[in-house]
């Protein structure tokens, strides 16, 4: 029984992850053609046409509402900690440790920001292939909505291990950890940013190479677009989410 059956084809979400491994590299090669046809390989052998950008759209969110939640927690123990060291040298230490020690934020809270930025991350990933899409648009050329969200989620997966890699490190313990973190994760977007931004531009030429006219001028006023629904997307979902679980 079930000799007929064909092998079973490899895991989209496996592939997936392989992928977001080799992307940096690629584009650190300077290859950039190879980079933006990475979705497509994963398409190709797994047959899975949406795994992709969703991972990557989702993985975004997730790793970034893990960095407000234990950055939010560290915060107020550092704040607990300056108000102890104040009142402990107006009272000769009689009252020092007392406020470190019972400050901390509610799991709920911190479950409803990483739910929050997790699923306001996804919806700013979707208004950006959208936009991309729109783009495309006015220069008379229409694709599906998976190709321009293959090609938003390249641009994020090339910082995305580097984001993986700071998650893991905002865990560790201490406040001057957590800013010498933060500096140097502001190093990296700048040239992650520029990357992200470029391999979008040339994804979409690629996406339009007999277009008559240039694709600069509505990719700047649609991307200006995006974020400000970006915004407003952030804005609606942290009320709705935030405030039903507090």
Do not use: C, Q
């Not at 190879?34 to 899975?48: C, D, E, S, Y």
């Amino acid at each position: 029984p079930g000799a007929g059956l064909p092998p079973a084809g490899p895991s989209a979400f496996r592939e997936t992850l392989l992928t977001l491994r080799d992307l940096p590299l690629t584009v650190w090669r300077g290859d950039s053609v190879g980079a933006l046809a990475l979705p497509g390989t994963i398409r190709t052998r797994t047959g899975n046409g949406w795994m992709w950008w969703v991972t990557v759209f989702a993985g975004a969110g997730l790793l970034l509402g893990i960095i407000a939640a234990t950055s939010l927690a560290k915060a107020v123990k550092t704040t607990a900690g300056i108000f102890d060291d104040a009142f402990g040298s107006l009272t000769g230490g009689l009252s020092s440790g007392s406020i470190s020690a019972s400050a901390s934020v509610p799991f709920g809270t911190l479950l409803g920001m990483v739910l929050s930025v997790t699923v306001a991350v996804f919806v700013v990933g979707v208004i950006r292939a959208l936009a991309l899409g729109w783009t495309l648009r006015m220069r008379g050329v229409v694709v599906p909505f998976s190709t321009t969200a293959d090609l938003a989620a390249t641009g994020w997966g090339v910082g995305l291990l580097p984001v993986a890699i700071f998650t893991v490190l905002n865990f560790l313990p201490g406040a001057g950890l957590a800013a010498v973190l933060t500096f140097v994760a502001m190093l990296f977007y700048v040239p992650f940013t520029v990357v992200s931004e470029g391999l979008l531009y040339i994804g979409l030429n690629r996406l339009a190479p007999h277009a008559s006219k240039s694709l600069l001028v509505p990719h700047a006023m649609l991307t200006l677009a995006a974020v400000a629904l970006m915004l407003l997307a952030v804005f609606l979902i942290n009320v709705v989410i935030v405030g039903s679980i507090a």
